[in-house]
């Protein structure tokens, strides 16, 4: 740029000037955290999904703008209900489990955030059925797929309607077989 103004003693002083624009620099980033985490911006910590901007003085001295788009990716949750029979064990992760209960295990998702599985766990009892029978001797008696004909007792393994074992204890007894006395008159 030239600019001719009047000097003092009456003639032209010319001005001129070189004027060099220097450029400002933008940029824009994309960042993700999981929900309920935070991330630092300079000196802000958001805990907001959103766009932010920052400025900074670049290497040139001129503005450096940043824009940041956040956005939060989602936790997930998971609830299970299961059961087992009195007796036996639930594996869950690295936890065996035999006390019905709420159980919690934390595992990391496809997406990097936490995974929280929520277990509800019941244990079921085993029933235990008694049972008394009696048969003559030279009789039988037919349980749990056996012929029985000696006294003693006895058990016999079945799935409840639970679908645990139920246990029926059988005690046969065995009568001796009647005689009779036939007197001559």
Do not use: E, H, M
């Not at 400025?55 to 040139?60: K, W």
């Not at 955030?113 to 059925?129: E, I, K």
């Not at 349980?143 to 006294?151: E, K, S, V, Y």
Request: hydrophobic share 35%.
């Amino acid at each position: 740029y030239t600019r001719t103004i009047p000097a003092l003693n009456g003639c032209d002083s010319v001005i001129n000037v070189s004027l060099t624009v220097k450029p400002t620099s933008s940029s824009s980033i994309s960042a993700s955290v999981c929900l309920g985490q935070s991330f630092a911006f300079g000196s802000q910590t958001l805990n907001v999904p959103g766009t932010y901007t920052r400025t900074l003085v670049a290497a040139n001295g001129c503005d450096s703008v940043i824009t940041l788009n956040l956005s939060f990716r989602p936790n997930s949750t998971t609830t299970i209900q299961d059961s087992i029979c009195f007796g036996t064990f639930y594996l869950f992760g690295a936890q065996v489990l035999t006390s019905s209960g709420i159980y919690t295990q934390t595992q990391q998702s496809a997406n990097g955030c936490d995974s929280l599985t929520v277990l509800t766990l019941t244990v079921l009892p085993n029933s235990t059925a008694s049972l008394q029978a009696a048969i003559c001797q030279g009789d039988y008696f037919w349980f749990g797929g056996d012929t029985l004909r000696n006294p003693g007792f006895y058990n016999d393994t079945l799935v409840a309607f639970n679908g645990c074992d139920s246990v029926v204890i059988l005690q046969l007894r065995v009568n001796p077989a009647p005689q009779a006395n036939l007197i001559a008159l």
